[in-house]
């Protein structure tokens, strides 16, 4: 038993459909979020600077006393896990390994698809870890750079006109390739996966990349026996922008849940 909280960041409130699965999945356990909507996207930025960011947003999560950690953003996952697991002494988990296992064991075709940021596609994590899991599959990868900014506009539900016209661009050509699994590499896009399934069809299955990070903490956490025991957890949410507009944004996240108080912090100095 442990009761110390998991703390999650991302770079802004695509990591929020994380909690909401770590909370449906761990309802004892406590959760310090950070999103770093002041510095969002991180998907068109270079290498440096993530592992910057990345960084000062774990450093000021460990000034909370955490047992684990959660790398919610696809793109730090894709780009930066392996430094930050390597200078820490507790848990970081990311989206990219529990995402890949469970899109291998779901395709009977051996073909698979990713969409997500640009830097996650361009940084090869997703294709190296399925080639060293099944070098027979075949993994056909896609950015979707337009995916997050209409979701944080709403624009992700079907039958709008916008975001069906936007995925019809992007997907046709992984629908083209044959693929009946389809990773969900940025945790902005669960909330997308109507509009998406419908584009790739019902032969397709949706791996979402966040979800998976969840379960693979629980597993971690059950398998160390660190696993909290309270009658209930609690969720405490800090950002790198006005706490008003995460507040406004964060119930489409987390699924019709109120964030409550968020806190602002100023990232930079840590």
Request: negative net charge.
């Amino acid at each position: 038993m442990n009761q110390r909280p998991i703390g999650v960041f991302d770079s802004g409130l695509g990591g929020l459909t994380a909690v909401r699965q770590l909370r449906r999945l761990m309802p004892s356990e406590n959760i310090i979020y950070f999103g770093d909507t002041a510095r969002v996207p991180y998907g068109n930025r270079g290498r440096e600077t993530l592992l910057k960011y990345a960084r000062q947003d774990l450093a000021f999560l460990r000034s909370f006393d955490l047992k684990a950690v959660v790398v919610a953003c696809g793109t730090v996952s894709s780009n930066c896990l392996e430094e930050l697991q390597a200078e820490s002494d507790i848990p970081i988990i990311g989206v990219v390994e529990p995402a890949v296992q469970q899109a291998a064991a779901l395709s009977q075709a051996r073909r698979v698809g990713l969409v997500a940021t640009r830097a996650s596609v361009d940084s090869g994590a997703y294709e190296r870890a399925f080639r060293q899991l099944d070098p027979a599959l075949s993994v056909c990868s896609l950015a979707c750079p337009l995916f997050v900014p209409l979701v944080e506009e709403g624009r992700c539900r079907p039958g709008d006109t916008v975001i069906e016209t936007v995925a019809e661009e992007y997907l046709s050509p992984l629908r083209e390739r044959g693929i009946d699994t389809l990773v969900l590499g940025c945790t902005h896009y669960p909330l997308l996966a109507d509009v998406i399934g419908n584009t790739m069809g019902p032969g397709v299955a949706l791996v979402d990349a966040g979800a998976e990070s969840a379960r693979a903490c629980r597993d971690l956490l059950t398998r160390c026996d660190a696993l909290a025991n309270r009658p209930e957890g609690a969720a405490s949410y800090y950002t790198s922008d006005r706490a008003g507009n995460f507040q406004r944004l964060a119930a489409l996240f987390l699924g019709g849940d109120d964030a409550g108080q968020v806190q602002q912090i100023d990232i930079t100095g840590y």
